[in-house]
């Protein structure tokens, strides 16, 4: 094994890469057992208003954590779309996200839907059931949705936004700025909200940062800041006009329980001095 002793991995990240070397059908089956057994957990990570500070949302985020170490949603997002089980997997994901913010219908909720999902002909009544089987208010929620499938199959995806914004979802093209779609993109689909990639907002260029916020602004669609990881990019993200901002700096992914110590500070019992 000289190739793979060769690769210079940290031992952090061996249970990732043992999962890409394994043979695939023995990592589905590992996923599909994972699932089934509710062992995919979800962490939820907070957006709040650049002007005020205030939490307005949070988004879903999935997480694997065999007896092996974690695995990376980059891994096993991919992993379960390959192998049919998509479905299955974000079923249980937005369930369990619905399921955590029910108490707190003040704020969004953020969902992460693979390309794949959403040229599903069956994405749109599928959702549409699990919202009013939990009572969940569709106009809570933002459907975060990467650029891959606006070039694949556009029809298909557009079915879909439609069917769900007719019942007041809203939907986020996620990692703007990263790939190939453009503000023409946002427009066609019917794009409400944008995230500009995190890439872009450590990435040090300020006038191409500026002019992707701005764009967006053109066409009134408000722009959340991913990434955000220091006071400087909150203050550049804040004055370049984006509406959220979300990153380690404002919290990072947290269980539910750190979630409610966030939304629902203990009452002080006695004036601090
Ligand atoms: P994403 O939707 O763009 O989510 C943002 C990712 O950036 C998350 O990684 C989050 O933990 C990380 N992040 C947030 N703030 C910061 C920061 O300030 N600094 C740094 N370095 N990272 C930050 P995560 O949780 O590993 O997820 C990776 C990707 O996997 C997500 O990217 C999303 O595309 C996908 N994903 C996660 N959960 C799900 C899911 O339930 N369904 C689907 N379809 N995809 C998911
Ligand atoms: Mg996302
Ligand atoms: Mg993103
Ligand atoms: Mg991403």
Not at 20 to 25: M, P
Not at 87 to 112: C, G, Y
Not at 126 to 141: G, H, N, Q, V
């Amino acid at each position: 094994h000289a190739k793979e002793s060769g690769r210079g991995q940290t031992a952090a990240y061996s249970a990732e890469l043992d999962l890409e070397r394994e043979n695939l059908a023995l990592a589905e089956q590992r996923l599909k057992a994972a699932i089934a057994n509710d062992e995919i957990e979800v962490v939820f990570q907070p957006l709040t208003s650049s002007v005020s500070g205030a939490i307005l949302g949070v988004e879903a985020l999935a997480r694997w954590m065999p007896p092996t170490g974690p695995v990376s949603p980059d891994i096993f997002i991919p992993l379960a779309e390959r192998s049919g089980l998509i479905d299955q997997l974000s079923q249980k994901v937005f369930e369990t996200a619905m399921r955590a913010v029910t108490d707190w219908p003040h704020i969004d909720l953020s969902l992460n839907v693979s390309p794949l999902q959403l040229c599903n002909p069956n994405f749109a009544d599928e959702m549409k059931d699990l919202l009013s089987r939990l009572a969940f208010d569709p106009r809570r929620l933002i459907l975060e949705v990467t650029e891959g499938v606006f070039i694949s199959k556009p029809d298909r995806a557009r079915r879909s936004i439609t069917a769900l914004h007719a019942i007041g979802a809203r939907f986020a093209m996620d990692d703007f700025g990263t790939g190939h779609a453009s503000i023409g993109t946002l427009r066609q689909f019917g794009f409400d909200k944008v995230k500009i990639d995190r890439s872009l907002i450590s990435g040090g260029n300020d006038a191409i940062l500026k002019a992707t916020i701005q764009l967006a602004a053109a066409l009134d669609i408000p722009v959340t800041a991913e990434g955000i990881e220091t006071d400087a990019q909150a203050r550049f993200a804040r004055e370049a006009g984006c509406e959220l901002l979300q990153g380690y700096l404002i919290g990072k992914p947290m269980s539910l329980a750190r979630l409610r110590e966030r939304l629902e500070p203990a009452t002080p019992t006695a004036k601090r001095a």
